[in-house]
């Protein structure tokens, strides 16, 4: 006779879901998207119920245990999350499991368990033994190996296959859970009360209730004072859930709302048109810096919640959510949540319960936002589209929120609005033909005007960090009492160490990258496995002393700025400044409340933020940017200058940046001293379609990684070779990739390239299925990749 069985979705690199029998005592309290305990292959895992089947099977699996039977996701994100799963091959549960906060479920733990002591021991191992021993001979197997390095490992394998340990899995409990607070109220009044009782007694007889570190600190009085109350019968204590506040730094400013300009009110009026038809539509808005699209976006906001709908605002990079969430605080008030990684676990926990539970309408944060479950969603906004920090690329699922929060939008009947000054070239192109509405925002708002640019040859220049012009501007600025913000996308004082007598550089050993020289503190680098080292006095080659620093980073740059500037005040906000959570946000409000007269910086300087009393901007280099082996190096270059041109002159006084460079001439870089987006675009889009790059077809990078090269590059032919058997897709390499090696593993590339949507999907799964499914770690699978490093 056929059961009632669940789909369970687990968490694991797998492409399907498993059935498991349903215990009568779980029958009326597991539904779609209950989070459910289940023993898969020996583990226990957490997973999530997808679908409610009939078999008839013997043999199946019982779901052990329920861990929340409330729903985790609602059926119109199952259908979402299914979609990001067969597109961007991401195994389902994986798919899920990022849309959830981190640390909400319980996770299974490998633990060494010491049975006997071996008769002889090397030193390794008597290491590993004492260290059991002292810790009741039991410890998690990670942290033996992070104390002792990779090769314990081994050793524990040795030992467990002889008998000297067990290794056992074991379910630790959630890292976040609801927080709980003491209250205590006014029950009666007894009959003799000290004076700090009667104090207490009257502060509840005022409020009702209180919080029991609420009423200590107002009355400045011990757990004794309340412990006696309590035990008199005069109050009693009861405990009440509390949602832990990301938004305490903020404030509520009552601000006068601006008119609507003419573009601004013509733009609304099809927002709202599409809003109130409840279809599924995309909208861009093309609008120059400072031009009030953020304007758009709240009164699209304001549309939505009329109506009753939620709203998701997505931003590009985490340090941007400050500012919007201020400015949707003094809108919306208490509607709003931000839901972010940088928030602490609990934070992040009791934003995501508040966002389920439909306390809030409006969400705001990066890509990671658009995963949240916010119940009737109308409107979805992504600011600054074409930034590439929207894309995923280093976990599964290695989604793209812009495109993924169209297909949402999809899913939920929504209206997806993108905005940008420097639009993405797919995105422009698919509004140009008509598959998303564009509208334009050509001008500034009110007086305001976009700046003037000059462009410095850095090839007749004395100096190769500042030029004589951008030196000028800046003294013009202190003098006038304004503000400059300087962009250098390169953080460190040098970009390498040099030896003048042979050439020799020093690279990191794991990576095939050059050290990076830091001044604070002093040492070499490598910005990507974290590598350190002291710099050498004599070269290691030739030992040589002429030891060379060669290149220049935001320390350097700080560095000329204080010399030829010794009264100013900088900022620096670079990764290296930035490591502690909100310091960015720390940076940038001294900035805002004029602390600082400069601010120098990476891409942090160059995205969204508005400072009312910057006229200057000097892009340090602007070669950076152009020199990656990638199809889109010039849209980044214009959309990088433009960008960050647009953070100068955005009230009354006009702007002026300073565009360095040893590539004057070259179109992106002339382009974007006039803004030209259209003319830039009609440029670009021709190469990519004489090309065949998208938006012209769809790409999908394979990734092969191995620590021995032959074997990285066997693998790779033996996929290529594989590929070959499929039609309708160009495949190009294998190759080296540009950063042939990284953290100790070589890297070889295999670019797909096809013109029929979803075919390199097809392809893949019909000839890679292993590798579909993510099961073998040498080998990732990137759809729709921007980054082909």
């Given at each position: 006779m056929e059961k009632r069985c669940a789909e369970v979705a687990v968490p694991i690199p797998t492409a399907k879901s498993y059935?498991?029998?349903?215990?009568?005592?779980?029958?009326?309290?597991?539904?779609?998207?209950?989070?459910?305990?289940?023993?898969?292959?020996?583990?226990?895992?957490?997973?999530?119920?997808?679908?409610?089947?009939?078999?008839?099977?013997?043999?199946?699996?019982?779901?052990?245990?329920?861990?929340?039977?409330?729903?985790?996701?609602?059926?119109?994100?199952?259908?979402?999350?299914?979609?990001?799963?067969?597109?961007?091959?991401?195994?389902?549960?994986?798919?899920?499991?990022?849309?959830?906060?981190?640390?909400?479920?319980?996770?299974?733990?490998?633990?060494c368990i010491l049975i006997s002591e071996p008769s002889s021991m090397d030193r390794?191992?008597?290491?590993?033994?004492?260290?059991?021993?002292?810790?009741?001979?039991?410890?998690?197997l990670k942290t033996i190996i992070r104390r002792f390095g990779k090769e314990s490992l081994k050793e524990i394998k040795f030992l467990s296959k002889a008998g000297n340990l067990r290794i056992e899995r074991e379910l630790t409990p959630p890292r976040v859970r609801v927080k709980r607070t003491k209250w205590i109220e006014l029950v009666g009044k007894p009959d003799r009360v000290t004076s700090a009782q009667e104090r207490l007694l009257a502060f509840l007889k005022e409020k009702g209730e209180a919080s029991v570190a609420e009423t200590k600190r107002a009355l400045n009085i011990g757990s004794s004072v309340i412990r006696t109350l309590e035990k008199k019968g005069a109050i009693q204590s009861f405990h009440r859930e509390e949602f832990r506040d990301s938004l305490s730094e903020f404030f509520v400013e009552q601000n006068p709302l601006p008119r609507l300009t003419e573009e601004q009110d013509r733009i609304m009026k099809r927002i709202s048109s599409n809003l109130e038809s409840d279809a599924f539509g995309v909208v861009l808005i093309h609008g120059v810096t400072g031009s009030g699209k953020t304007e758009v976006y709240l009164n699209a906001i304001e549309k939505a919640l009329e109506m009753g709908k939620s709203?998701?605002?997505?931003?590009?990079?985490?340090?941007?959510?400050?500012?919007?969430t201020s400015l949707l605080l003094n809108r919306f008030g208490n509607a709003v949540c931000e839901y972010h990684s940088a928030l602490g676990a609990g934070e992040q926990y009791d934003a995501w319960r508040r966002i389920r539970d439909g306390d809030v309408k409006v969400v705001i944060g990066p890509r990671s936002a658009l995963l949240t479950p916010l119940p009737n969603l109308g409107l979805i906004i992504v600011d600054e589209e074409?930034?590439?920090?929207?894309?995923?690329?280093?976990?599964?699922?290695?989604?793209?929120?812009?495109?993924?929060?169209?297909?949402?939008?999809?899913h939920e009947h929504a209206l997806c609005i993108l905005g940008s000054a420097t639009p993405s070239l797919e995105s422009y192109h698919n509004a140009t033909t008509n598959k998303y509405e564009l509208f334009h925002?050509?001008?500034?708002?009110?007086?305001?005007?976009?700046?003037?640019?000059?462009?410095?040859?850095?090839?007749?220049?004395?100096?190769?960090?500042?030029?004589?012009?951008?030196?000028?501007?800046?003294?013009?600025?202190?003098?006038?009492?304004?503000?400059?913000?300087?962009?250098?996308?390169?953080?460190?004082?040098?970009?390498?160490?040099?030896?003048?007598d042979c050439g020799s550089t020093l690279r990191c050993p794991s990576c095939s990258v050059t050290l990076t020289y830091h001044r604070t503190p002093r040492l070499l680098r490598c910005h990507y496995c974290g590598f350190e080292r002291n710099p050498p006095d004599v070269c290691e080659d030739c030992h040589g002393s002429k030891m060379a620093y060669m290149g220049f980073g935001t320390q350097r740059v700080e560095e000329e700025l204080h010399r030829n500037f010794p009264d100013a005040r900088v900022l620096r906000v670079d990764l290296d400044t930035t490591t502690l959570k909100g310091s960015h946000l720390v940076y940038f409000r001294k900035f805002k409340n004029r602390e600082a007269d400069m601010l120098l910086g990476t891409q942090m300087v160059a995205k969204g933020f508005d400072f009312p009393w910057v006229t200057l901007v000097g892009v340090v280099s602007a070669d950076s940017s152009l020199n990656f082996p990638d199809f889109r190096s010039s849209e980044r270059t214009f959309q990088l200058l433009t960008q960050v041109a647009g953070r100068a002159g955005r009230r009354n006084v006009k702007g002026e940046v300073v565009i360095q460079t040893f590539s004057p001439s070259y179109?992106?870089?002339?382009?974007?001293?006039?803004?030209?987006?259209?003319?830039?675009?009609?440029?670009?889009?021709?190469?990519?379609?004489?090309?065949?790059?998208?938006?012209?077809?769809?790409?999908a990078a394979i990734t092969m990684k191995s620590k021995g090269l032959k074997e990285c590059e066997a693998l790779a032919y033996q996929i290529k070779e594989r590929l070959q058997t499929s039609t309708d897709i160009s495949i190009l390499g294998p190759a080296p990739c540009v950063l042939s090696r990284i953290k100790g593993y070589y890297r070889y590339r295999i670019i797909l390239k096809s013109k029929k949507d979803l075919w390199i999907q097809h392809v893949i799964r019909e000839t890679l299925p292993e590798y579909a499914r993510g099961r073998d770690r040498r080998v990732s699978i990137d759809i729709d990749p921007v980054d082909l490093l």
């Open positions: 059935r498991y029998s349903i215990p009568a005592q779980f029958e009326h309290r597991i539904d779609i998207g209950s989070s459910v305990l289940v023993n898969f292959h020996g583990r226990k895992l957490v997973g999530w119920v997808i679908a409610f089947v009939n078999d008839d099977k013997e043999g199946l699996k019982p779901i052990m245990d329920v861990v929340e039977a409330r729903p985790m996701f609602t059926p119109r994100m199952l259908e979402f999350f299914r979609w990001l799963s067969e597109y961007y091959l991401s195994p389902i549960g994986l798919v899920i499991r990022s849309g959830l906060p981190a640390g909400v479920a319980p996770k299974e733990r490998q633990n390794l191992s008597m290491r590993i033994i004492t260290y059991l021993k002292e810790n009741g001979g039991k410890a998690p709203a998701i605002f997505l931003v590009p990079e985490i340090f941007l959510t400050a500012q919007f074409h930034e590439r920090t929207f894309k995923q690329s280093d976990l599964a699922p290695r989604y793209n929120a812009r495109d993924t929060a169209i297909i949402r939008a999809k925002l050509p001008t500034r708002i009110g007086k305001s005007e976009l700046p003037t640019v000059a462009i410095v040859d850095m090839r007749s220049e004395e100096s190769r960090i500042l030029s004589e012009l951008l030196k000028s501007k800046i003294t013009e600025r202190l003098r006038r009492k304004e503000q400059v913000i300087l962009f250098m996308n390169r953080r460190g004082y040098s970009n390498f160490l040099q030896c003048r179109y992106a870089i002339e382009l974007s001293k006039t803004h030209a987006y259209e003319d830039f675009f009609l440029r670009e889009i021709e190469e990519r379609k004489s090309l065949q790059y998208p938006p012209f077809s769809r790409l």
